[in-house]
């Protein structure tokens, strides 16, 4: 679905493109270049008197500067002389205009100009969007096809996230389970994503993220048993509170670490590639990820095993308390892609339309094309870190209550499906209290629910219970039954 | 449970208020030239007596983090060429260890890291290369793992590949390990085997917040790298009177916390609250054992659990790690070479089972006190 406004940033650029980056980046940067390679000592040497024949600059027209005398000398020299036997003669082309320089690190032709690429172009990566801050479409947009039912379905699954969090939040508070964090913020990157994926698309998330479960059909019910870590929990209450997953939704369970999926989501395609699915996977991480060792290599892998994943980075300002500044001083995610030669975009992450759009072009692009894309989702995150962290220690309330009350991406794209007819405020109040209410059921149904079987401390090890967790686990049983005292009575033996 | 352990501390050596000058004229931080507080340290004997300093030494009552952020500070106002960075440090740290340090000192000593372990470390052996001391903090033990590569290779093998020309002496990690109770896998891990198996840095585990601030304090100026694992479920929990000054405690130096007869405990850091309390009901059943803090895994301190096995003729360890591979492996065939023909029971291992760290079967996981006792029992009557 191509919209009016959607820039990708390709390999090979667009005018529009060179213009934006036009400091940093080029078809293929020039290679400078003083002492030719073939050097004899008898050819015009350049005023320092060295060993060495001045290179010319090789490039096309925009690279070349004003002739220098060490260019002028050069060129009397006749391109026979220049060659030494045995040197393979293909290393040139006929035309010495367009002679391109073939070390196997990179393909590019020469400059005598001594040029650093700047570290940053001159402007940044403009932002791609199509609803503004009150939800009215900006001037140019060109909105995609969606209909009522679709934008209500993820406007509904945006306020149920929201609920959830709100409510889960306050129980972790209130002691009914251990920890808990939420998407505030962020509720339009994940369910605008979800919506523009496929449920054969395999999802690797951070944390943040439920609302891709959430659209794909887990209920309040799985979450609330996950967070209770009780027998319903899928992950056998080993796991804390948040770390979901559910093969069947094809979303691999999540662990702590940060960006480990990455690289295993870029394994994931290639299988996915390699057994000729309809189908890419998904990895999304935080701007904070984007520092671990995992990212650089889930992008050059991707890259180079051409797999179709799509990376989607929610750059929310924080990582825990370090601002983006402590974290990459480059113009945020989005340039890192071309470090990897990936196509590239910035997103308004608090727009759901622009949101929508970019990934599901994106999604075009990885599977059509066999290749990764790279989506920086800018937003912010509302949130403390985790309920384990008091983020006014570190930012000012201001600015929470400013994107809270202000840019909040739920009531964005409320407004605009009012503005369509779809929505009013009977529909919202409806909707708000269904939301609470089963919340709120889903709850108090884990809260009564047993904890999972003593068992499952020692299984899934491995497939099968080795000799040693055999061993272990009787041992534990004789001392429950010698101390019953002891041990929780939540946990049936 | 854990409980405080406010019993008297055993050894506090008190460095001299001239140490700070001493260290700024040595700027070799490794390199066979010792600090001048190290060669305070080891020139005065320490860890024989077991009085405590008590009234000429001013003491705080203070808790795990707070002892640290004590250390820290002395580490940076001693040494100019002492530096803290870590992932979420400038704002005082998760665990709140780094309070106010980057206010006292400035963001150029102190300093939030992009969030990467091995570059926290690689940066951290290069800084500390350059004869400085370079105190890392990674934020959970469980995620150190991506900066094993530069720990394993790098730091424990700097001053050996070099034929002693280079070191980075001056590195000390910090990570918090172990259970708190809801971490599940990933924020309760105690992962000091893998390091006791790397030959050319120091593991070191303190057990409460007055030994914390001294071996911290060794560590950082100790002439090797060293990781250090604070007990983080003790970071609040631990509060104990806290000798107010610059001091070091010694490493590769077991403490006997508790002298017994019967039966030789050795363990560290959270641990050791868990099996004083399985010393004292072993003690209402007539069992008297001695508890030995080992306080350094690596290179650790064979001799005094050696004396104290030839004494007792039984031993038990106890970590939280899983059994298999975990450092009382080691403690327990080194003792059995020692001390074949003296033990008068197979060494017991009472550890956390052969499993990921488990969330709701934390209570079972764990190296309980009712285990340590069964497990004395068995010992004793074996
Ligand atoms: C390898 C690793 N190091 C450190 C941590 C501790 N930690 C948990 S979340 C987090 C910050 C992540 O920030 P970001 O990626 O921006 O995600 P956000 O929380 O903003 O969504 C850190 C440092 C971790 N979980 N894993
Ligand atoms: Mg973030």
């Given at each position: 679905?191509?919209?009016?406004?959607?820039?990708?940033l390709?390999?090979?650029?667009?005018?529009?493109?060179?213009?934006?980056?036009?400091?940093?980046?080029?078809?293929?940067?020039?290679?400078?270049?003083?002492l030719?390679?073939e050097?004899?000592?008898?050819?015009?040497?350049?005023?320092?008197?060295?060993?060495?024949?001045?290179?010319?600059?090789?490039?096309?027209?925009?690279?070349?500067?004003?002739?220098t005398?060490?260019?002028?000398?050069?060129s009397?020299?006749?391109?026979?002389?220049?060659?030494?036997?045995?040197?393979?003669?293909?290393?040139f082309?006929?035309?010495?205009?367009?002679?391109?320089?073939?070390?196997?690190?990179?393909?590019?032709?020469?400059?005598?100009?001594?040029?650093?690429?700047?570290?940053?172009?001159?402007?940044?990566?403009?932002?791609?969007?199509?609803?503004?801050?009150?939800?009215?479409?900006?001037?140019?947009?060109?909105?995609?096809?969606?209909?009522?039912?679709?934008?209500?379905?993820?406007?509904?699954?945006?306020?149920?996230?929201?609920?959830?969090?709100?409510?889960?939040?306050?129980?972790?508070?209130?002691?009914?389970?251990?920890?808990y964090?939420?998407?505030?913020?962020?509720?339009?990157?994940n369910i605008?994503?979800?919506a523009?994926?496929?449920?054969?698309?395999v999802?690797?998330?951070?944390?943040?993220?439920?609302?891709?479960l959430?659209?794909?059909?887990?209920?309040?019910?799985?979450?609330?048993?996950?967070?209770?870590g009780?027998a319903?929990?899928?992950?056998?209450?080993?796991?804390?509170?948040?770390?979901?997953?559910?093969?069947?939704?094809?979303?691999?369970?999540?662990s702590?670490?940060?960006?480990?999926?990455?690289?295993?989501?870029?394994?994931?395609?290639?299988?996915?590639?390699m057994?000729?699915?309809?189908a890419?996977?998904?990895?999304?991480?935080?701007?904070?990820?984007?520092?671990?060792?995992?990212?650089?290599?889930?992008?050059?892998?991707?890259?180079?095993?051409?797999?179709?994943?799509i990376?989607?980075?929610?750059?929310?300002?924080?990582?825990?308390?370090?601002?983006?500044?402590?974290?990459?001083?480059?113009?945020?995610?989005?340039?890192?892609?071309r470090?990897?030669?990936?196509?590239?975009?910035?997103?308004?992450?608090?727009?759901?339309?622009?949101?929508?759009?970019?990934?599901?072009?994106?999604?075009?692009?990885?599977?059509?094309?066999?290749?990764?894309?790279?989506?920086?989702?800018?937003?912010?995150?509302?949130?403390?870190h985790?309920?384990?962290?008091?983020?006014?220690?570190?930012?000012?309330?201001?600015?929470?209550e400013?994107?809270?009350?202000?840019?909040?991406?739920?009531?964005?794209?409320k407004?605009?499906?009012?503005?369509?007819?779809?929505?009013?405020?009977?529909s919202?109040?409806?909707?708000?209290?269904?939301?609470?209410?089963?919340?709120?059921?889903?709850?108090?149904?884990?809260?009564q629910k047993?904890?999972?079987?003593?068992?499952n401390?020692?299984?899934d090890?491995?497939?099968?219970?080795?000799?040693n967790?055999?061993?272990?686990?009787?041992?534990?049983?004789?001392?429950?039954?010698k101390?019953?005292?002891?041990?929780?009575?939540d946990?049936?033996? | 449970?854990?409980?405080?352990?406010?019993?008297?501390l055993?050894?506090?050596?008190?460095?001299?208020?001239?140490?700070?000058?001493?260290?700024?004229?040595?700027?070799?931080?490794?390199?066979?030239?010792?600090?001048?507080?190290?060669?305070?340290l080891?020139?005065?004997?320490?860890?024989?007596?077991?009085e405590?300093?008590?009234?000429?030494?001013?003491?705080?009552?203070?808790?795990?983090?707070?002892?640290?952020?004590?250390?820290?500070?002395?580490?940076?106002?001693?040494?100019?060429?002492?530096?803290?960075?870590?992932?979420?440090?400038?704002?005082?740290?998760?665990?709140?260890?780094?309070?106010?340090?980057?206010?006292?000192?400035?963001?150029?000593?102190?300093?939030?890291?992009?969030?990467?372990?091995?570059?926290?470390?690689?940066?951290?052996?290069?800084?500390?290369?350059?004869?400085?001391?370079?105190?890392?903090?990674?934020q959970?033990?469980?995620?150190?793992?991506?900066?094993?590569?530069?720990?394993?290779?790098?730091?424990?093998?700097?001053?050996?590949r070099?034929?002693?020309?280079?070191?980075?002496?001056?590195?000390?990690?910090?990570a918090?390990?172990?259970?708190?109770?809801?971490?599940?896998?990933?924020?309760?891990?105690?992962?000091?085997?893998?390091?006791?198996?790397?030959?050319?840095?120091?593991?070191?585990?303190?057990?409460?917040?007055?030994?914390?601030?001294?071996?911290?304090?060794?560590?950082?100026?100790?002439?090797?790298?060293?990781?250090?694992f604070?007990?983080?479920?003790?970071?609040?929990?631990?509060?104990?009177?806290?000798?107010?000054?610059?001091?070091?405690?010694?490493?590769?130096?077991a403490?006997v916390?508790?002298?017994?007869?019967?039966?030789?405990?050795?363990?560290?850091?959270?641990?050791?609250?868990?099996?004083?309390?399985?010393?004292?009901?072993?003690s209402?059943?007539?069992?008297?054992?001695?508890?030995?803090?080992?306080?350094?895994?690596?290179?650790?301190?064979?001799?005094?659990?050696?004396?104290?096995?030839?004494?007792?003729?039984?031993l038990?360890v106890?970590?939280?790690?899983?059994?298999?591979?975990?450092?009382?492996?080691?403690?327990?065939?080194?003792?059995?070479?020692?001390?074949?023909?003296?033990?008068?029971?197979?060494?017991?291992?009472?550890?956390?089972y052969?499993?990921p760290?488990?969330?709701?079967?934390?209570?079972f996981?764990?190296p309980?006190k009712?285990?340590i006792?069964?497990?004395?029992?068995?010992?004793?009557?074996?």
């Amino acid at each position: 679905m191509a919209t009016r406004g959607l820039r990708v940033l390709a390999k090979s650029s667009t005018p529009l493109l060179r213009r934006t980056l036009s400091n940093s980046i080029s078809e293929t940067r020039p290679c400078a270049r003083i002492l030719d390679a073939e050097c004899s000592g008898a050819a015009a040497l350049p005023a320092r008197g060295s060993c060495g024949v001045p290179a010319r600059s090789y490039g096309s027209a925009t690279n070349r500067t004003a002739d220098t005398e060490l260019s002028k000398n050069w060129s009397k020299t006749p391109p026979a002389a220049r060659r030494l036997s045995g040197e393979p003669e293909k290393a040139f082309s006929d035309d010495e205009d367009h002679e391109i320089l073939d070390y196997p690190g990179a393909k590019t032709n020469f400059t005598h100009e001594m040029t650093f690429i700047p570290e940053t172009a001159a402007e940044p990566v403009p932002c791609f969007r199509l609803l503004n801050d009150f939800g009215q479409p900006l001037p140019w947009a060109k909105l995609p096809q969606m209909d009522a039912e679709l934008a209500t379905k993820i406007y509904r699954n945006m306020v149920n996230l929201q609920t959830m969090d709100a409510i889960f939040y306050e129980a972790q508070r209130q002691g009914r389970f251990s920890f808990y964090l939420t998407t505030h913020g962020e509720e339009a990157i994940n369910i605008a994503s979800a919506a523009a994926l496929s449920p054969q698309d395999v999802v690797f998330t951070q944390y943040r993220e439920p609302g891709i479960l959430m659209w794909r059909g887990f209920t309040m019910q799985d979450f609330a048993d996950q967070c209770f870590g009780n027998a319903a929990d899928l992950g056998k209450g080993r796991q804390m509170p948040v770390h979901y997953g559910s093969r069947e939704l094809n979303c691999p369970t999540l662990s702590s670490p940060i960006a480990t999926q990455l690289p295993q989501a870029v394994g994931a395609a290639y299988g996915l590639k390699m057994s000729r699915k309809d189908a890419c996977s998904v990895a999304y991480f935080g701007d904070g990820a984007s520092s671990e060792g995992d990212f650089h290599a889930a992008l050059n892998f991707a890259a180079i095993l051409e797999t179709p994943t799509i990376f989607i980075c929610r750059n929310n300002g924080w990582a825990i308390s370090t601002p983006t500044n402590d974290q990459f001083r480059s113009d945020g995610i989005v340039v890192k892609g071309r470090g990897y030669g990936i196509r590239s975009i910035r997103v308004d992450g608090m727009d759901t339309l622009a949101l929508y759009c970019a990934v599901k072009e994106a999604r075009k692009i990885a599977i059509e094309e066999s290749r990764p894309v790279l989506i920086e989702a800018l937003s912010y995150r509302v949130g403390h870190h985790s309920t384990s962290d008091d983020s006014s220690k570190y930012r000012k309330k201001a600015e929470i209550e400013h994107w809270k009350l202000v840019r909040d991406p739920v009531n964005r794209f409320k407004k605009w499906i009012e503005a369509q007819g779809w929505w009013d405020a009977k529909s919202e109040k409806a909707i708000r209290s269904e939301a609470r209410s089963s919340v709120i059921a889903a709850m108090n149904k884990a809260g009564q629910k047993q904890k999972p079987e003593l068992s499952n401390l020692f299984t899934d090890v491995y497939d099968s219970l080795p000799s040693n967790l055999r061993e272990q686990e009787l041992q534990l049983r004789d001392v429950i039954a010698k101390y019953p005292r002891g041990y929780p009575t939540d946990v049936p033996l | 449970m854990r409980i405080s352990i406010t019993r008297a501390l055993s050894i506090l050596q008190r460095c001299a208020r001239d140490c700070p000058q001493q260290q700024h004229s040595s700027p070799s931080v490794g390199n066979s030239t010792l600090s001048g507080a190290v060669r305070l340290l080891s020139s005065q004997a320490l860890a024989t007596s077991k009085e405590p300093e008590a009234g000429n030494v001013p003491k705080k009552s203070l808790n795990l983090f707070s002892a640290i952020n004590q250390a820290l500070h002395i580490a940076l106002e001693t040494d100019p060429r002492s530096y803290i960075f870590g992932e979420d440090v400038n704002f005082g740290g998760v665990f709140r260890c780094t309070t106010n340090l980057a206010d006292t000192f400035g963001k150029h000593r102190v300093f939030n890291t992009p969030l990467c372990e091995q570059g926290i470390v690689g940066f951290a052996i290069g800084l500390a290369a350059m004869d400085n001391r370079a105190i890392a903090e990674i934020q959970f033990a469980d995620y150190i793992y991506p900066a094993f590569d530069q720990i394993v290779n790098e730091a424990a093998k700097f001053r050996y590949r070099s034929g002693n020309q280079f070191n980075c002496g001056g590195l000390t990690i910090r990570a918090p390990y172990g259970a708190v109770g809801h971490g599940g896998h990933y924020h309760s891990q105690s992962p000091e085997s893998f390091f006791c198996h790397v030959p050319g840095i120091k593991v070191v585990i303190p057990r409460s917040p007055a030994q914390a601030k001294g071996l911290l304090l060794s560590s950082i100026r100790d002439p090797n790298p060293v990781v250090f694992f604070e007990p983080k479920w003790l970071y609040r929990q631990s509060v104990e009177d806290v000798p107010e000054g610059d001091y070091m405690l010694p490493l590769s130096k077991a403490e006997v916390m508790r002298e017994g007869t019967d039966i030789t405990l050795v363990g560290w850091g959270a641990q050791l609250s868990v099996m004083e309390q399985a010393c004292i009901d072993a003690s209402k059943e007539g069992i008297s054992c001695e508890l030995i803090d080992l306080r350094t895994l690596i290179p650790w301190d064979r001799e005094t659990v050696e004396a104290s096995v030839n004494k007792t003729g039984r031993l038990l360890v106890s970590h939280e790690a899983p059994v298999t591979g975990g450092f009382g492996a080691e403690i327990s065939a080194s003792i059995v070479e020692r001390c074949f023909l003296r033990l008068e029971a197979p060494v017991a291992r009472v550890c956390g089972y052969d499993t990921p760290f488990p969330l709701v079967f934390e209570p079972f996981y764990m190296p309980t006190k009712n285990k340590i006792l069964d497990a004395i029992k068995t010992s004793v009557s074996y």
